[in-house]
């Protein structure tokens, strides 16, 4: 599924950013997706995102494997699965050299413009408690800390469950 890109250029995280070649992944892409989730995702807990199950999402109909694309290479990817009314992102990652340039917020952007076009209205997530640029990253997408889960990751490590309503309004300034 490939969603009009002008529908992504006007998601409001896009207004100030450069907005990098987003669409879902292909076959040849889940080495590299694999290899961004064991190195930059799943660092210390085993790596349990091999290519062969980054394919087997990538079949699930119910799941979105997205890429940024930079040249012929993936700057970072997301992965959602959704369900009757709400989503749930599984991965994200940009390349550590590619931060801060728009990718992940793009990425973000086009997750949740096919979430509301499936009639999605909340995305949940998880991020280790110890990864405050994750945190920091979520919160300026308007995403909510809303509950500590004790050992969430491998049982030694407390994650984080963030969750953003996207039915919601943000509050107006002023």
């Not at 992504?8 to 879902?24: G, N, Q």
């Not at 085993?46 to 012929?72: C, F, K």
């Not at 408690?129 to 979520?138: I, K, P, Q, S, V």
Request: glycine content about 10%; aromatic content about 6%; charged content about 25%.
């Amino acid at each position: 599924m490939t969603l009009a890109f002008g529908a992504i250029r006007r998601h409001p995280l896009l207004a100030m950013i450069a907005t990098p070649e987003i669409s879902l992944a292909v076959r040849a892409d889940a080495p590299r997706i694999a290899a961004m989730s064991r190195d930059l995702v799943e660092q210390g807990l085993g790596w349990r995102w091999t290519p062969s199950r980054i394919l087997r999402v990538m079949r699930d109909r119910a799941t979105n494997v997205a890429v940024a694309r930079e040249g012929e290479g993936i700057s970072g990817f997301g992965i959602m699965q959704y369900k009757d009314d709400e989503a749930h992102l599984l991965l994200l990652a940009v390349d550590p050299m590619r931060r801060r340039k728009g990718i992940g917020s793009a990425l973000m952007a086009w997750l949740e413009t096919t979430a509301l076009t499936a009639g999605t209205g909340c995305i949940y997530l998880e991020a280790r408690a110890r990864n405050a640029e994750a945190r920091a990253f979520y919160g300026r997408l308007g995403y909510i800390e809303i509950l500590t889960v004790r050992g969430l990751y491998s049982n030694s490590e407390d994650g984080i469950r963030i969750a953003k309503d996207l039915w919601s309004k943000p509050p107006s300034g002023g």
